[in-house]
């Protein structure tokens, strides 16, 4: 976890009688009493002593502001996917923030799958061809009309939508 500043400098120019006088102010106080909570999937927000402040993530986050799924959860947190709405025989992805989308199969559509299309390709080829996979990730089909992302180097995420920070 690391720790953020909370020391705050406000410039504040004024003019009085004609006269330019710059009044500098220099705030160090409780960070998360005084500001909105940067941090973010229900993660707490700890002010350090002497300024700052460092986000407490809950299982299944990471991340400076915890703002990354680690897919993974421990005690009684759960990860968006385990109580899912997905319909239909969709899978289920995790997305950054704590949310959840379904993967269709071929013939289902809406944001749970719940919608028949009144057709099927019968193809799992034609997953990927609307695929959301980024920063130059193949694209490969999965048995029942889904898709995954193979991430290059240097990127994770269902779709390879962050970096690693390793290149």
């Not at 703002?67 to 950054?96: D, F, I, M």
């Amino acid at each position: 976890m690391q720790a953020f500043s909370s020391v705050l400098f406000i410039n504040i120019l004024i003019f009085i009688h004609g006269q330019l006088i710059n009044i500098e102010s220099k705030i160090v106080n409780n960070y998360c009493s005084n500001f909105p909570n940067p941090c973010k999937n229900g993660a707490s927000c700890e002010s350090m002593p002497g300024g700052g402040y460092r986000c407490i993530c809950r299982a299944g986050f990471t991340g400076n502001f915890c703002e990354l799924s680690t897919g993974t959860s421990t005690g009684s947190s759960s990860t968006a996917c385990n109580n899912n709405r997905c319909a239909n025989g969709a899978s289920c992805q995790s997305v950054p923030g704590g949310g959840y989308r379904c993967i269709c199969r071929p013939g289902f559509t809406g944001n749970f799958c719940e919608l028949s299309t009144g057709t099927s390709t019968g193809s799992s080829s034609t997953a990927c061809s609307n695929n959301r996979c980024t920063n130059g990730a193949s694209c490969q089909s999965v048995p029942g009309g889904g898709y995954r992302c193979i991430c290059r180097a240097g990127f994770t995420g269902n779709f390879c939508e962050l970096s690693t920070g390793t290149f």
